[in-house]
């Protein structure tokens, strides 16, 4: 047999196990959520900030609990899914890229953390707080599967653009931008952060200012920490250091 394709069956076979646990181990946490899924509905209406919450047809709130319980389960789970992603790419890696890719998984969790805890505990009750005061005239009463579709977004959205360091350094590190470039294209990368926010957040202000400010924190943080790990400053260090 073609060594070609023993490989790629092994890889096969390797890919299937790691979906599996995978997929056992979201099953797993999902049932968890669903046990306690009064507990998690709770955790998340905590942040209307008292306004009352509703369900307009039959269905909509077991349909609503289960989509928190997925959505409880994929959180839970995610670190024991990027473990696998890393004991199925692992084996292909050398040692020093092993480093690499491991410390852009460690940190790429970190911040996508970071991000669902902002939008949790700042981004969304301000979101909350302005939009049920906007017309004081008219009492808020949310659909309780409207308002977990619109937090459960909005928290996966924060946690994916708080990627946006990780971007910026590997850009950097790679030589595929420089530092000079990314403070010169500073003014035009806000007006497009102000664009993507009003493209993926509610239609207000407030809540495309709320995420655009921390995005510009990160955009300098990514330029900072890319700039001190760039290896072409470092050589050049070296270089200087050789010459004295």
Not at 119 to 130: C, E, G, H, K, N
Not at 143 to 154: G, N
Not at 198 to 223: C, H, N, R, W
Request: net charge positive; glycine share 4%; hydrophobic share 55%.
């Amino acid at each position: 047999m073609d060594e070609r394709l023993v490989t790629l069956k092994e890889h096969l076979i390797e890919l299937r196990k790691r979906v599996v646990i995978s997929a056992t181990f979201l099953l797993f946490t999902t049932i968890i959520s669903i046990i306690f899924i009064q507990k998690i509905s709770a955790f998340l209406v905590r942040i209307a900030g008292g306004v009352e919450i509703i369900y307009i047809s039959p269905t909509e709130a077991f349909m609503t609990e289960l989509r928190i319980a997925i959505f409880s389960g994929v959180f839970l789970a995610l670190p024991v899914i990027l473990s696998q992603v890393w004991a199925f790419i692992c084996p292909g890696l050398k040692k020093n890229e092993r480093r690499k890719f491991l410390f852009v998984l460690f940190f790429s969790l970190l911040l996508f953390l970071y991000g669902t805890f902002f939008a949790y505990s700042i981004a969304l009750p301000f979101t909350m707080r302005f939009l049920s005061n906007f017309s004081p005239s008219i009492a808020p009463l949310f659909s309780y599967q409207a308002y977990i579709s619109f937090i459960t977004s909005l928290i996966l959205i924060f946690g994916v653009v708080f990627q946006l360091p990780l971007i910026i350094m590997t850009l950097i590190i790679t030589g595929l931008v420089t530092v000079a470039t990314l403070r010169r294209v500073r003014k035009y990368v806000i007006v497009v952060m102000f664009v993507v926010a009003a493209i993926i957040t509610p239609p207000d202000v407030i809540s495309q200012v709320v995420m655009v400010l921390p995005l510009l924190v990160l955009y300098e943080v990514g330029i900072l920490v890319g700039h001190l790990l760039n290896p072409a400053r470092k050589r050049k260090r070296d270089d200087d250091s050789s010459e004295l």
